[in-house]
C-alpha cells in the first residue's frame, strides 16, 4: 500500500481501491442480468437478513416505490421473498431466499480468493486493523450516507 512519509495511507491508493470495489460490482451486477439496484438490495438482505422493505429503502437511499419495484424483480427472479414477520404478523418482511444469481458464486470467488490470500498473510495485529477499519469506515459511510438522504 502506497503511503507517505508519515506512514498515512495517500487519498490516492484509497481512491483507486473504491473505485476498483464498485466497478467490480457494477460489472458482476450486469453479468447476472441484474441492475445495480437489485444487486445492492441482494446484498443488503444477504448479509444484513430480512427486514421491511421501508428499512431496505431507508439502507438503498431509495424511495419507498422505487425499493418496492427493485423487491419485485428479485422476488419474480426466486432470489427474495416476502414474508410474514413473525414478531409482528402485520408487517411483511423481505428476505434472501438463499439462491444466487448464476455465475455470481463464480465472480465473486475470483475475487474473494486473492483478497483472502493477502489477509492471511497479515499478522494477527494488522487483521485486528482491518477488520477496526472496516468496522469504523462503515459506520461512517452508513452515517453520512442517511444524512444525504434525507
Sequence with gaps: MQSNVNGA????IYRRYLASVVQFHLAAAE???????????????????PMTTGQLAERLGLSPSATTRAVDRLAN???AERVPDDADRRRVLVRATGRQPEQLGEILGRVQAPIAAAITELT????????????AATQAYREVTTGLNA
Design 9 to 12: 495511507v495517500g487519498p490516492e
Design 31 to 49: 453479468a447476472c442480468g441484474l441492475g445495480a439496484t437489485d444487486y445492492q438490495a441482494l446484498s443488503l438482505l444477504d448479509v444484513d437478513g
Design 124 to 135: 494477527p495485529a494488522q487483521r485486528d486493523g482491518l477488520t477496526a477499519y472496516f468496522t
Design 77 to 79: 427472479a426466486g432470489l
